[in-house]
């Protein structure tokens, strides 16, 4: 692709610079257009006078051609000829060519052609009828070297080039800042929904609490439950998912409803959690750790044709910094082995509990069983976050792991609930029950 870019670039400059390189030089009949130089207004003249003539003109514009290259090209200031100039460098030529220099002027107005000669007055629009309305001749086909010819000419590709690659970058930025713009928009909305979940969790957990202990309040003051979330040196970077979040549940959460008291003194938005009967409780209480759906498609692009290894290592299952109790790691294992209930090859699973990234390590009998979780974990939704799957060599795994050596025995989920699958379950029902209605 670079190759091509400079050839393409190459040849766009080349034919820049010869379509700035055209016209620029003198034409192989000298300059002047003359096809019927001598009409019937002129016919009277005779033939030694009509050569001189146009032999005053030759002279005439090549120093009009070379007075207007030289400043073109920057070497001289002066474009044009006052008449009296004109008439003394015609007359340094020979007085031959003073005599006949009012005739000349007078057949370049009466021409009416573009000539490579122009006549100017005082002002640049003005009309002139006569010869002694001219005061300045000037040529309209300025004599440049060959360099600096090539040198205006690369002046204006370059300046070109240097428009057209502004432009360029400018879609490019613009193109940026949008992805950019998606792609936080994107994480917001996770963190936003990472967000209601949480507070969702805290508020039923005070609830269950209120009912063992009946000396605490049914309620909670959201400024509490924000600082109880969220560390005080993310506050601020967090003000916007947090108010989002807050959003949310007054638009979507039936259970959480909001209400004003007073405590100490002070008046506070509270969240009072609204207990569900026990048969609903059955049916919409969610538990957090759950498998929400597939983020995207498998493909080629994203999934390897075929492992090579049976192992594999497991991103974002988990976030060390949320996690509580000792044994929340088991909910993680139990979690894989029931998203991977019908793959009997899996024999070892490792959390590292102190993963920042919330990995989880994966071996399996073979690389078929490894493929075969690789395809039901990579690019689903758990608990909020988006899990990535990636293979790891089989002799690294064993370097961490040594007790995997020995894993030969499927590992098979502890009971038949599938809890983190009632999510999925759920929105299935939901869907097939509208579909059916």
């Known amino acids: 692709m670079f190759l091509l870019t400079a050839a393409c670039l190459f040849f766009l400059i080349l034919g820049l610079t010869y379509l700035g390189m055209r016209g620029t030089g003198v034409s192989e009949d000298g300059g002047l257009s003359i096809k019927n130089p001598f009409d019937e207004t002129f016919g009277n003249i005779q033939e030694s006078e009509k050569n001189l003539m146009m032999n005053t003109l030759y002279k005439l514009h090549d120093r009009l051609a070379q007075l207007a290259g030289d400043h073109e090209c920057g070497s001289s200031s002066q474009r044009t000829l006052s008449v009296q100039e004109a008439a003394a460098y015609l007359k340094d030529l020979g007085p031959e060519y003073e005599d006949i220099f009012n005739i000349s002027l007078k057949w370049i107005l009466k021409n009416g052609k ?3 000669i122009r006549c100017v007055g005082y002002g640049p629009e003005e009309q002139l009828k006569n010869i002694t309305d001219v005061q300045f001749l000037q040529s309209t086909r300025p004599q440049m070297s060959f360099w600096c010819r090539f040198r205006r000419a690369f002046i204006t590709v370059t300046h070109r080039l240097l428009l057209l690659c502004l432009g360029v970058v400018m879609v490019c930025v613009v193109l940026r800042y949008m992805k950019y713009r998606w792609t936080k928009e994107e994480e917001e909305t996770r963190q936003m929904y990472d967000m209601v979940v949480k507070i969702i969790d805290v508020l039923r957990s005070h609830n269950e609490a209120c009912q063992e202990n009946k000396d605490l309040q049914p309620y909670m003051p959201i400024p509490h439950v924000q600082d109880s979330l969220i560390q005080p040196h993310d506050r601020k970077k967090m003000k916007k998912v947090w108010d989002r979040a807050v959003d949310f549940l007054a638009a979507n959460e039936s259970r959480v409803r909001t209400e004003t008291r007073r405590i100490g003194g002070t008046d506070f938005l509270v969240w009072r959690w609204i207990q569900p009967s026990a048969s609903c409780d059955k049916i919409l209480v969610i538990p957090s750790k759950v498998w929400q759906g597939q983020a995207f498609h498998l493909d080629r692009r994203n999934s390897p044709p075929n492992s090579l290894t049976p192992c594999l290592k497991i991103r974002n299952m988990f976030d060390p910094v949320m996690e509580i109790g000792d044994q929340w790691h088991l909910a993680i294992q139990e979690a894989i082995l029931e998203k991977c209930s019908d793959n009997d090859g899996i024999v070892h699973i490792a959390v590292d509990k102190n993963s920042r990234e919330g990995c989880v390590y994966v ?12 395809k039901a974990l990579h690019g689903s939704w758990f608990d909020g976050k988006l899990v990535t799957v990636k293979y790891l060599r089989l002799d690294r795994y064993h370097h961490r792991f040594p007790q995997a050596l020995t894993c030969n025995t499927p590992l098979k989920p502890s009971n038949k609930h599938m809890n983190s699958m ?16």
């Open 363 to 374: 071996k399996c009998l073979s690389p078929e069983y490894a493929g075969k979780a690789f």
């Open 114 to 116: 573009d000539v490579g």
């Open 422 to 437: 009632s999510h999925l379950r759920l929105r299935t029902g939901l869907a097939n029950s509208q579909g059916g209605s």
